[in-house]
């Protein structure tokens, strides 16, 4: 067979298929890395090669025809997954953000409901052990400056503090 021929019958097909089936076939193999594909994207190539064997010029090498075929038809694919890709990950990323915002209303319910429940266990300590607590843990004052705000020694501070969460614990285990 020349390069440049035309196919007019099935016997010839089949001849230029049994010659170039291979080669062609480790071509697509090298764009979309999986061979089931590459077989599909072949089959596909001649296919469109034997349904336009009457509009393919003389002049046209059908080797090099069937390649470009095979090319642009990996090509399409790798477009095709790459835009599946593309929308599956921006389906993905709205669905984490659905969840993320569920989870933000729940967890704030939660974070609702333990704030209320800790500020009423926090109503059933000594007077002491409440302001302790509300200035170290809610207001974030470091203990020196509990002391400092409070005239007493820091060792003070931190022990109401130690007694104050053992309380709290107590009173938490209690409620549950």
């Given amino acids: ?53 009457k509009h ?11 390649f470009k075929m095979v090319y642009n038809l990996s090509l399409n694919y790798l477009a095709q997954l790459k835009n599946h890709a ?12 659905m969840e993320m915002d569920y989870y933000k209303e729940e967890k704030s319910l939660l974070q609702e409901e333990r704030i209320t429940s800790l500020r009423k266990m926090l109503k059933e300590l000594p007077k002491g052990c ?8 809610l207001q974030g004052f470091k203990n020196k400056e509990i002391a400092e ?9 931190e022990t109401r503090i130690y007694r104050c969460i053992s309380k709290l614990k107590y009173l938490f285990e209690k409620s549950v």
């Fill in 1 to 53: 067979m020349s390069e440049v021929q035309k196919i007019t019958n099935k016997k010839e097909f089949e001849q230029f298929f049994m010659v170039h089936h291979h080669e062609v076939l480790s071509y697509a193999l090298k764009f979309v890395k999986s061979k089931d594909v590459a077989s599909d994207i072949v089959q596909e190539a001649f296919i469109k090669l034997w349904e336009n064997k």
């Fill in 56 to 66: 393919i010029l003389a002049t046209v090498s059908l080797k090099a025809y069937l």
């Fill in 86 to 97: 593309q929308h599956h990950a921006s389906i993905h990323t709205e669905l984490l953000e």
């Fill in 130 to 137: 409440y302001e302790v607590i509300d200035l170290s843990r």
């Fill in 149 to 157: 705000k409070l005239a007493v020694p820091v060792r003070t501070i």
